[in-house]
T-cell receptor, first 115, second 113 residues
Framework: DVKVTQSSRYLVKRTGEKVFLECVQD?????MFWYRQDPGLGLRLIYF???????EKGDIPEGYSVSREKKERFSLILESASTNQTSMYLC??????????????FGPGTRLLVL | GQNIDQPTEMTATEGAIVQINCTYQ??????LFWYQQHAGEAPTFLSY????GLEEKGRFSSFLSRSKGYSYLLLKELQMKDSASYLC??????????????FGRGTSLIVHP
C-alpha cells in the first residue's frame, strides 16, 4: 500500500512565524503536490514537483515556497505565516507514467491555524 | 486555464441510485479522475477515465464524453457510508507545460435512510 505521511495533523502558529510542513511518501513516486483545501473552494494547487530539486508553481503559490532535496520528501514553507493561510493542507504523490493516469495518493492532511 | 463544474450538494435515499455530473473545459485533456473524501479525511481514488465510455467498478461507475467535456459518477445501491464529498479532477496542461490535475469544488452527497 502507498503511504503518504505528513509531519503534523494539527498545528497552531502565530502571525509572522516561519512554518514548515513536511510530507514523505514511501512508493518512489516522482510527482509530489501541495494543496490547500478551504470550504467552498475545493482543493487548490500551491506547488508541485516532478523530480528532485524541480518545482513548478500551481494556482496559488503566493506566500509559499517548497523544497525537494530527496525524492521521498516534499516540504512546504510559509515564510511569514498570515491569518489567511489558516487552512487544511494536503500533500499528494503520484507515479509518473504508467496506466493509472498518475493517480494521486493523499496524506492525512495538516490543519493549520494561524493566530 | 481549466474550469471544472459540479453540483455543490446532492441528497439521496439509502438503496437508491445517484448520478453526480462534472463538466469541464481544459487545454490538453489527459484524463479525468473521481475521488471520494469523507469528512476530516484525505481524498481516496475511485476511478479514472481517459477514453470515452463507461468504466464500472462494483457499485460505482464513471462515464466520460471528451467531445462534450462531460463526466458522471454513478453510485448504485447507496449505503449510509457513501455520504461523503465526491471530487472531480481533470488532468490537463499547465501554463508551464506539465500535465497536472485540477480539482472541482466537490459535491457533498448526503444519504439518508
Amino acid at each position: 500500500d502507498v503511504k503518504v505521511t505528513q509531519s503534523s495533523r494539527y498545528l497552531v502558529k502565530r502571525t509572522g512565524e516561519k512554518v514548515f510542513l513536511e510530507c514523505v511518501q514511501d512508493m518512489d513516486h516522482e510527482n509530489m503536490f501541495w494543496y490547500r483545501q478551504d470550504p467552498g473552494l475545493g482543493l487548490r494547487l500551491i506547488y508541485f514537483s516532478y523530480d528532485v530539486k524541480m518545482k513548478e508553481k500551481g494556482d496559488i503559490p503566493e506566500g509559499y515556497s517548497v523544497s525537494r532535496e530527496k525524492k521521498e520528501r516534499f516540504s512546504l514553507i510559509l515564510e511569514s505565516a498570515s491569518t489567511n493561510q489558516t487552512s487544511m493542507y494536503l500533500c499528494a504523490s503520484s507515479f509518473s507514467g504508467g496506466t493509472d493516469g498518475e493517480t494521486q495518493y493523499f496524506g492525512p492532511g495538516t490543519r493549520l491555524l494561524v493566530l | 486555464g481549466q474550469n471544472i463544474d459540479q453540483p455543490t450538494e446532492m441528497t439521496a435515499t439509502e438503496g437508491a441510485i445517484v448520478q453526480i455530473n462534472c463538466t469541464y473545459q481544459t487545454s490538453g485533456f489527459n484524463g479525468l479522475f473521481w475521488y471520494q473524501q469523507h469528512a476530516g479525511e484525505a481524498p481516496t481514488f475511485l476511478s479514472y477515465n481517459v477514453l470515452d465510455g463507461l468504466e464500472e467498478k462494483g457499485r460505482f461507475s464513471s462515464f466520460l464524453s471528451r467531445s462534450k467535456g462531460y463526466s458522471y459518477l454513478l453510485l448504485k445501491e447507496l449505503q449510509m457510508k457513501d455520504s461523503a464529498s465526491y471530487l472531480c479532477a481533470v488532468r490537463g496542461q499547465s501554463s508551464g507545460g506539465s500535465y497536472i490535475p485540477t480539482f472541482g469544488r466537490g459535491t457533498s452527497l448526503i444519504v439518508h435512510p
